[in-house]
């Protein structure tokens, strides 16, 4: 079951942008849902997670203190994004896992993604 994420689009340098991802029913409390980003010719990069049950989040060093995830309702999650730079570009996805991972390959039910761009 695939999870789609929404709410990408063009923004400047400097601004802000918050995305969302829906799961098609309840996100149990045993699962862990990331955040990736892809560009083109590269491979896709961990942002942060959060664990469902408890909330606890965590962060790629790259986004870390710009980026906070968000539980909206039992059944979204969301990727709050300030302070946005042309780096941020990317296309980005939600995940599922039931590990505390930062590793891609843990993570199941991709969606299409969302694009962020970011003029600089």
């Known amino acids: 079951v695939q999870l789609q994420a929404c709410g990408g689009g063009l923004v400047q340098t400097g601004g802000s942008l918050r995305l969302s991802c829906a799961a098609p029913g309840r996100i149990y409390s045993s699962a862990v849902m990331g955040w990736f980003r892809q560009v083109p010719g590269k491979e896709r990069e961990f942002v942060g997670r959060?664990?469902?049950?408890?909330?606890?989040t965590a962060y790629a060093d790259s986004v870390k203190g710009r980026f906070a995830i968000s539980k909206d309702s039992p059944n979204a999650v969301s990727l709050q994004m300030d302070s946005l730079k042309p780096e941020d570009t990317a296309v980005y996805y939600c995940?599922?896992?039931?590990?505390?991972?930062?590793?891609?390959?843990?993570?199941?039910?991709w969606g299409q993604g969302t694009l962020v761009t970011v003029s600089s």
């Open positions: 959060i664990r469902w049950s408890t909330g606890r």
């Open positions: 995940a599922r896992s039931t590990q505390w991972s930062y590793y891609a390959g843990d993570f199941g039910s």
